[in-house]
C-alpha cells in the first residue's frame, strides 16, 4: 500500500498462558491450549500478527442443572444426567476446552460433596482430552471445600481454578500453586479492580503465566457495553505496558445470556421477540462476537449452535486478510 | 481534529481591535476554539486563515443526512475510536435490502411487514432505518421497484447500481428527498457525482484498494459534492475490523481527510443468515454508519437493534427512569408494593413482568443513581435507608391500606436493616430474578 499505515506502537503485550497438560508435560490431555500473547488491539492484523486465537470452551455441569433453559437441557439430552459423557458430547461438538461448574447441591437438594466434586472431574477427564476449568458454585467456603480436593485430583492437568476475587482467592492460589494449576481471577467491571486482584494473586505467589483474568460482562441488552468497554481498556493498558492488566480475558457469555429473559422463556413474550430457540442462540452468539471484538481470549458458550457460529467468526478474523 | 485556541489565535489579525466583541484575539481564539462563537463575527480575518479554519473545524467524520417524507437519519460526526473515551454519537442506520428483480407486489409486502415492526426495549420502540433498493437491470425496473417500496414505506432509502442512467430512474421517484446513491467507482465517478449533486444526494464510494479510494473521495469533494460514505469492500470478518480500523484511525488519529466519512457495511453480502448477523455484530461494533441486512427475522433483528442501542448509549450516563411510585394494572390500596433501582434496565424487566401477571401492584423505584440493582446495593447507593427515605418521599403509606414492601430477592439482605428503618413494616423477599415474579405475585396475593 502507498498510504502510510496508522499503526500504533505498543510497548506491552498479553501474557501467553498454557492451559492443559499433554504427557509429555506430565498430565493426560490430548492437546493443550495457548491463549494470549497479542501485541495489537483485536485483530488489527497490519500492526502484527495474532499469535493464539480466541478459544472457546463449553460449560457442562457435574449434576443435570434444574435451573438450566430447556432448549440446553433438550440438545444436550441424556448427556446431562452424566458428566463424563457430556464431556465428551461437548469435545464432539467442537470445543476447545471444557468448564465443569460444580453445582451447590445434588439434584434432591443436598449440598455437594468433595466426594462428588472430584468423581465429576475425574469423569470428565477420562470423557474428554480437552483442557478443563473448574468452577465453585461461587461461594466462598463451598468453592474452597469442593476445589482444593478437586485439585489435589487432578494435579500435573494444569486445569483452571475458579472464581478467585478479591475476599477470596488465597485458598485457591495455594492449592493451585501446590498442583500445578491455574487460577481465573473476577472483578466487577473495573479496570482498578482487576489489576488490584492481579496484585494480590501475584504477591501470593502464582506466576502470570499461570492467571488467567474475568472482568465480568453483561448479556446483550443487560449491560454488555460495560463489559465491551472494560475491556478494550484493559487490553489498552496491558498494550501500554500495565503489567498487571496483561493476563488474558476469559468471559462467561453462556451464564450471563441464558440468564436473559430472551433465552430462558418461549412464552408469554413479546411476539416481535420472534422464534424462542433462534433468539436464544442469537442472544449468545451476539453477545460473544461483540466481546471477542472487545479482546476476549476465552468464551465461555453452553449452546453448541452458538460455538458453531462463533467459531467460523474467529477461523477468520485470525487470519491476516490481504490488503491490495 | 480539534483545533487549539493557541492555533487559532496565529492565524488572527492579532491586532485585538474588538471589533468581533471581545477585548483581544486571544480571547475570541479561546471562544472559537470552544464552538461559542463563529468565526464570521470578525470582520477582518484573512481569507487564507478562513479557508485554513474552515478545514480545520470540519468534524473528523462527515455528518450524513438522509431524509424522506416524515423520517432523518443522521450518521457520522463521531470523534472517538474507543466508546469510552466519550461515546459513540449517531447509531448506524439499518436498511433492509429489496432487489428491482423481484415481483413488485413481493416488494411492498416484505417492505410492510418490515417497516412495521417495532420492538420495545427499555421503553424505547426500536425499528428499521429503511430499505436499500437495488438494481439489477433497466431503470425502469429499478424506478418500478422503488414505486413498490414506497407503497410500503416512507423510510428513507439506498438506492445500489452502478449505471448512473439506471439510478437516475429510480431517483426520479424520488423528488425532495435526501436519499444515498451507491456506488461511485474510479470509472464512473463522474457522472455519478452530478447524477447526486443534481438530485442533493450523498453518494457511496469504493475502489479497488483503500489507495485508489484515498485518491477518489477528493476528487468528488473537488467537484463538489462533500457528502460521502466509503465502501472499503469488505468480504468478511477479518479485513472487516482492519480496513475499518483503518479509516476510523486516520480519520480521527490523523485528520486524513480523504477517509473523514461515515462507512457502509453489507453484511448480506455473506449470504447465509447466520453469517449476516455475527458480520453485523461486527459492523455494529467496528465503525460502520450504515448497516445493509437481507435476511429479516424478528428474533434476529431484535438482538442487533438491542446491541446498536447497548454500544452507543453514553458511558457517563447510564439510561435511567424517574424516580417514583408506578402504578401498574390500577391498583387498589390492597395491591403489593415492590421495590426497585431506576436502572431502565432493571425497572422495565420488572415493570413489564408485573404488568404481564395482569396483577396489580405499586413499584417503588429508589433513586439508586441509575444503577442496577446489585451495582446499586455494591456502590452503597441502594440501601435500607435510601428505601426509607423514598417510601417516605413518595408517599407510599398514602396510596395503601398495608404496611409491607417486597424486597428484590438479590438484596435479601437488606431486610434486617429496613425492618429497624420502617418499624412496624413487614419485610418481604421476593425472588430474584423478574421472570419468576408472576409466579411469586401469584402466590402472595
Ligand atoms: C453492568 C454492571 C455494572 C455497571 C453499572 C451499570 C448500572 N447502571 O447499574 C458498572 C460497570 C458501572 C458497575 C460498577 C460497579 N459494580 Co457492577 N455489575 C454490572 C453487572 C455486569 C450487570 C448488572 C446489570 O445491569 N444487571 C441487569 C439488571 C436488570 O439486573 P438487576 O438490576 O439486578 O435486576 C434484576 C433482578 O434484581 C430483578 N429485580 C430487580 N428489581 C426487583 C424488584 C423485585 C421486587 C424483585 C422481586 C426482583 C427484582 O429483576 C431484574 C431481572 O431479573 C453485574 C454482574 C452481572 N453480570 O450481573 C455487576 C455487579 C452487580 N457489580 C458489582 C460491583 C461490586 C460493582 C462495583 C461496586 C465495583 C466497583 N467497586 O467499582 C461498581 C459500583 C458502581 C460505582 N461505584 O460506581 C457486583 C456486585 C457484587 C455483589 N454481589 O454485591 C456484581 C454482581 C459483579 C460481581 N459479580 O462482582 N457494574
Ligand atoms: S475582531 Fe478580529 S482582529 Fe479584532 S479583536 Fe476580534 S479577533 Fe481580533
Redesign the pocket.
Known sequence: MALELPKDKWSGSVQEVVIGATAADGGTRTAAVTVGGETTMPFVHFEAETPNRPVLALEIKDFRPNDWSTLLLDVWGEATNDPGAWAKAAEEAGADLLLLSLSLTDPEGNPNTPEAAVKAAKAVLEGSGLPLMVYGPGQAEVDNELLVPVANACQGERIVLGIC?DKNYRTLVATAMANGHLVVG?????V??SKQLNILIKDAGLPLDRVLMDP????LG??IE??FS?MERLRLAALRGDAMTQSPMSVNVGF?TW?T?ESKVGDDVPETWGDWEERAISWETITAITLIEAGADIVILRHPESLKRVRAAIDNLITAPELS | MAISGIEIYKMLPKTNCKDCGFPTCMAFALKLAAKQVELSACPHVSEEAKAQLAASSEPPVRLITLESDGHKLEVGNEVVLFRHEKTFYNKPGFFFLVKDSEEPAAITARVKEIDAFAVNYVGIDLTVDGFAVKSEGEGAALAAAVEAVRAGTKRPLILIGDDPQVLSAGLGKLDGEKTLIATATPENWEAMTDLAVAHKASLVVTAGSLDELAELTPKIKEKGLPNLVLDPQVSNFNDGVVKNTILRRMALAKNFRPFGFPIIAYPYKAGVPEVEIALATQAITKYAGFIVLENFAPETFYGLLVLRENIYTDPQK?IQVQPGVYEINQPSPEAPV????N?S??YF??AN?IESSGLPGF?LVADAE??????????G?FDAEQIAKDVKRFGVEEKISHKSI??????AVLSGELEEELPGWEIKV????????PA?LKQVA
Open positions: 476475587e473476577r472483578a466487577p467491571m473495573d482498578n479492580l465480568t460482562t453483561g448479556a443487560y449491560g460495560y463489559g472494560v450471563e440468564k429473559k | 447510564p415492590m421495590v426497585t433501582t436502572f434496565i432493571t424487566s420488572v413482568e413499584l441509575g444503577m442496577s440493582v446489585l451495582t446499586a446495593w455494591a456502590a447507593n417486597i424486597l428484590p430477592g438479590h438484596v421476593g425472588p430474584r430474578e423478574a421472570v419468576d415474579l411469586y
